[in-house]
């Protein structure tokens, strides 16, 4: 345990009073934490696992309005989403880009109705989209951004000219359609970077990953790594943010309402190492429908290729996987857009799975269940204010209103916006990245190379890791060829609360979804940790086995791939 986390637990040891108390360390929760804590309240974020390890860390990676929403009649929430997602362009340059986004069309009128079926009550799979109801669409979704418009206007192309620019697509198309939204390349990052903000901006509030809070004999009791007997909480207002897990954490509560207010739908994605695939994408987005009716995606992320997604209704929230059939469905659906490319499971490099928690929904097609959300209060000494829905988009705006709610029932006033507040490396940032990591070089002497990564990694927060980076021979990689050096590893210990080899691999860096971790990294990230959270020999093997388990249980990277020599690496079966 790192001397701040105990530093963490002996301020709540000496003063378990807070205004509000945020249960979930998701995205949703993070935000909500912000909000209160800009506002001068004292908050308290409790997270039983690591920061935004759940839903949070298994998005499509898109930032962007909802194209689709349209049909079910969602204006509203599209709106919001375009606002939120050009706030994002601008508040987390570093982070969040612009993302030309094409549409395959191989029809001209179908999918006409689809909205109106949509808000007359039909629950089933939508018509496949065609040409017109595409164009009505964009045009919506440009009229909504019209006054403060951040990318450009909507195109059409006829199949002549798509098949001119993507020679590799289904040669039976009709036409496409290309409009701009945006991705995020590192979720979790900007979810840790909300955090380190309000440890600048709100020292007097306090975020804890692997911890936990239980009602007890009418009080609250906090309990986790570090903690050695429960502490006493006593908090003026609850924040229910445990997305899919809300009705359990209600009951755990005490506080069940009589029917379920989540019912989540499984979303998996896999990561593809693919370099034709990569190269006939040009750098767009392909958004499409599948046979089935459900939109995929497909985008070049981090030198690889998303593809995705599923969406499949879950009885119970849990840890979940991405199951071979999900991985044949998503392979299927992109060799029906790219027919002519070679695609088969030994090009995934890492998959990942997560559930959506959506509102409760008697919708037959998942597709049509909102991405909406919405607060549900709950009455009592202590309010709860449950946050039901929402998406990574909108999280923003969710925590703001969340935040208005607990605002009001404190009777205390709001003092800042939000909506124009840098976040984390996002502060100061240039309007040309390049010249950011020029200066770095000039001032540390770093490589180009170096520079590029730590400015498309952490933004303007690189100065404080270079800083810290001086006396620690910051020119020692990791392993050869990889990005990160080992005082860069130390820096993410010391500062973004990492307590497992998991949290390093999976949520602090890239190196497992990018196909970059093998045994020698392994060995020498675990080595590292051991050094600076103080474990044992014992421990550091126990670390090191719970993270291959995990790798090969959730994320398809077999065991064996731990124990090949690294010179073999490249041709294990991933």
């Given amino acids: ?114 909205a109106a079926a949509g808000l007359v009550g039909v629950t089933g799979k939508p018509a496949s989209r065609g040409a017109l109801p595409i164009k009505l669409g964009l045009s919506l979704y440009d009229f909504i951004v019209r006054r403060n418009r951040r990318l450009p206007k909507h195109q059409f192309r006829s199949a002549k000219a798509t098949l001119a620019r993507w020679p590799e697509l289904m040669p039976d198309l009709r036409s496409s359609a290309t409009y701009h939204d945006a991705w995020i390349s ?20 306090i975020a804890l990953n692997y911890a936990t809070l239980a009602e007890q004999d009418g009080g609250y009791r906090l309990s986790g790594l570090g903690i050695d007997a429960p502490l006493t909480i006593t908090p003026r207002a609850i924040v229910n943010a445990t ?108 998959s990942y799975s997560g559930i959506r928690p959506l509102p409760k929904s008697d919708h037959a097609f998942t597709g049509r269940i909102s991405r909406g959300h919405f607060i549900h209060r709950i009455d009592g000494n202590i309010p709860l204010f449950c946050m039901v829905g929402g998406k990574w988009t909108t999280f923003r705006a969710f925590a703001e209103q969340t935040a208005d709610a607990v605002l009001a029932s404190l009777n205390h006033p709001r003092r800042t916006d939000t909506r124009p507040l840098p976040i984390g490396g996002g502060l100061n940032f240039p309007a040309d990245p390049a010249d950011l990591a020029a200066d770095l070089c000039r001032r540390f002497g770093i490589s180009p190379a170096r520079a590029d990564h730590l400015t498309g990694t952490y933004g303007t927060m690189s100065y404080a890791l270079l800083e810290f980076c001086r006396t620690r021979a910051d020119d020692t990689p990791l392993i050869e060829g990889l990005p990160w050096t080992e005082a860069e590893i130390t820096w993410l210990i010391a500062t973004e609360d990492v307590q497992h080899l998991a949290d390093l691999v999976l949520r602090r860096t890239t190196l497992a979804i990018t196909g970059a971790l093998d045994p020698r990294s392994l060995d020498r990230l675990t080595a590292i ?36 020599p690294s010179a073999e690496r490249k041709n294990a079966c991933v």
Avoid at 64 to 91: C, F, K, P, Q, T
Wanted: aromatic share 6%.
């Fill in 529 to 564: 940790a051991a050094r600076d959270l103080g474990w044992s020999a014992p421990q550091a093997a126990d670390e090191k086995a719970a993270l291959i388990a995990e790798l090969t249980e959730f994320h398809d990277l077999p065991a064996a791939r731990w124990a090949a």
């Fill in 186 to 205: 590192h979720p979790e990052r900007l979810a840790l970077e909300l955090l380190a903000d309000c440890r600048r901006d709100a020292p007097d509030c």
């Fill in 1 to 114: 345990m790192s001397n701040r986390r105990a530093t963490l637990i002996d301020r709540i040891r000496h003063d378990g009073r807070f205004d509000a108390v945020i249960l979930g360390g998701g995205i949703n929760g993070i935000g909500t934490f912000r909000e209160l804590a800009v506002q001068g309240l004292r908050v308290l974020l409790v997270e039983r696992a690591d920061f935004s390890s759940g839903c949070s860390a298994a998005p499509s990676r898109m930032i962007h309005g909802g194209l689709r929403y349209l049909e079910n009649g969602e204006i509203g929430l599209v709106r919001e989403s375009l606002r939120e997602r050009d706030a994002l362009l601008a508040n987390a340059p570093h982070l969040v880009h612009p993302l030309p986004t094409t549409i395959p069309i191989t029809s001209t009128f179908s999918g006409l109705f689809n």
């Fill in 243 to 350: 997305g899919a897990w809300l009705d359990e954490t209600l009951n755990s509560l005490d506080r069940a309402t009589e029917a379920p207010l989540v019912a989540g739908t499984k979303g998996s994605h896999l990561i593809l190492d693919n370099p034709r695939l990569k190269a006939a994408l040009g750098g767009h987005m392909v958004f499409f429908e599948n046979d089935d009716g459900r939109v995929c995606i497909l985008f070049p992320y981090l030198g690889k290729v998303l593809a995705g997604s599923t969406d499949i209704r879950v009885d119970r929230p849990g840890r979940v996987r991405c199951t071979p059939e999900e991985r044949d469905y998503i392979l299927g659906a992109v060799q029906r857009i790219f027919p002519r490319i070679p695609l088969d499971e030994s090009q995934i490099i890492f």
